[in-house]
């Protein structure tokens, strides 16, 4: 895996990946950016809550969930000081769809944290983490 991230102008940056797909980056305009697109710790978030959404949904659809709709929405803390490293990530999960099973989705959500999602893993020691997930009936 690799990526390579080329400054394009002021704090803006192209980062592309091995599968030849890009992501722009920008900073904060205290800081010289023009705020085009979302900060590097952003990414960071969305990539832990893409990782885990994919085995969530995965493992829900082996379960045979009726699921219409997921959604992660990950919040974080981060420390005061440089170099300002996340301190607390929580993750809440919305499941969507008709007579999903709360012990499927309880399950799903716990193999994603403790062994499948590599993000959430990469993170683990450095911020300390709590997840809660709710169910809304389609």
Same mark, same amino acid.
Not at 26 to 38: M, S
Not at 94 to 109: D, L, M, N, P
């Given at each position: 895996?690799?990526a390579? %991230?080329k400054l %394009?102008?002021g704090?803006r940056? %192209?980062?592309d990946?091995t599968?030849? *797909?890009?992501?722009v980056?920008?900073?904060? +305009?205290e800081?010289?950016?023009?705020? $085009?697109? +979302?900060r +590097?710790? !952003?990414?960071? #978030?969305?990539?832990?809550?893409?990782?885990?959404?994919?085995?969530?949904i @995965?493992? #829900?659809?082996?379960?045979?969930?009726d699921?219409?709709g997921? !959604? &992660?929405?990950?919040?974080?803390k981060?420390?005061e000081? *440089? +170099?300002?490293?996340? $301190?607390?990530? *929580?993750?809440?999960?919305?499941?969507r769809g008709r @007579? =999903?099973?709360?012990e499927?989705?309880?399950?799903?959500?716990? #193999? @994603?944290m403790?062994?499948?999602c590599? &993000?959430?893993? @990469? #993170? !683990?020691?450095?911020?300390?983490?709590?997840?809660n997930?709710? =169910?809304e009936? !389609?």
């Amino acid at each position: 895996m690799e990526a390579i %991230v080329k400054l %394009v102008d002021g704090m803006r940056f %192209v980062a592309d990946g091995t599968t030849g *797909h890009s992501i722009v980056m920008d900073g904060d +305009p205290e800081f010289g950016g023009a705020d $085009t697109a +979302p900060r +590097p710790t !952003e990414l960071v #978030l969305m990539g832990l809550g893409g990782c885990t959404a994919m085995d969530v949904i @995965s493992i #829900l659809r082996k379960k045979r969930q009726d699921v219409k709709g997921l !959604e &992660v929405v990950v919040r974080a803390k981060r420390a005061e000081s *440089h +170099p300002k490293k996340f $301190t607390e990530i *929580h993750l809440e999960y919305i499941v969507r769809g008709r @007579s =999903i099973s709360e012990e499927a989705v309880k399950r799903a959500v716990q #193999l @994603s944290m403790d062994r499948y999602c590599s &993000v959430k893993a @990469s #993170l !683990e020691g450095v911020a300390g983490f709590t997840y809660n997930y709710r =169910i809304e009936e !389609e």
